[in-house]
């Protein structure tokens, strides 16, 4: 069963940049597609990036598209998100998990703590 452990989030700054890890200490990550998601303050769970189980393909939320890059080692049971030109609207607390392969938002794995993003204008 996959269980997932995210880090990485922190303070930024406007237009800089933080990369999160999520590492699975199950034994079964490399069989399973991966995304990240963001809860911001009073708001609802969204999906940001998704990636494929070998790597391909990847797919990005609109407002993020262009400005993050989700990446995985499989070597490593580890997927991350390079997060680059922060926005304060990127402030949230990031989750990963195991997706299912025909739907980005169909959760294949129980959610983690999660890691803190705050981005201060």
């Known amino acids: 069963q996959v269980q997932l452990v995210e880090s990485g989030g922190g303070l930024a700054q406007a237009g800089g940049s933080l990369r999160l890890s999520c590492r699975d200490s199950g034994r079964t990550f490399g069989v399973y597609h991966m995304a990240w998601f963001r809860q911001a303050p009073g708001k609802e769970r969204q999906f940001v990036a998704g990636?494929?189980?070998?790597?391909?393909?990847?797919y990005y939320a609109p407002t993020v598209k262009g400005r993050f890059t989700i990446s995985r080692d499989n070597a490593k049971d580890t997927v991350y998100l390079q997060m680059d030109s922060l926005i304060p609207e990127d402030t949230g607390v990031y989750y990963c998990?195991?997706?299912?392969?025909?739907?980005?938002?169909?959760?294949?794995?129980?959610w983690g703590r999660g890691t803190q993003v705050t981005v201060s204008s």
């Open positions: 998990a195991a997706v299912s392969s025909t739907n980005w938002n169909v959760i294949r794995s129980p």
């Open positions: 990636v494929g189980s070998g790597g391909t393909p990847t």
